[in-house]
């Protein structure tokens, strides 16, 4: 996960902060505006294959 984080800060979609608290580490994660723009995009490609794929289905005869 650390890992995944941080290739998504580098990126600027996330800011990370890391504390210590009683002896152990650790991270809250928010999403930057930049992320948050990048996230909605992802989601509305992801939207675009669904209603391909209900056309396709429909198409062919198979109804979801």
């Known amino acids: 996960l650390s890992k995944h984080l ?3 800060e580098d990126a600027s979609y996330v800011q ?4 210590t608290e009683f002896t152990r580490q650790r991270t809250w994660v928010s999403l ?10 992802h ?3 992801l939207k675009k294959i ?3 794929i209900k056309i396709i ?3 062919w005869g198979c109804l979801i």
């Open 6 to 8: 941080k290739v998504l």
């Open 16 to 19: 990370l902060i890391k504390k």
């Open 32 to 41: 930057t505006s930049e992320g948050r723009k990048s996230f909605k995009r």
């Open 43 to 45: 989601l509305e490609e």
């Open 50 to 52: 669904i209603d391909n």
């Open 57 to 59: 289905r429909i198409y």
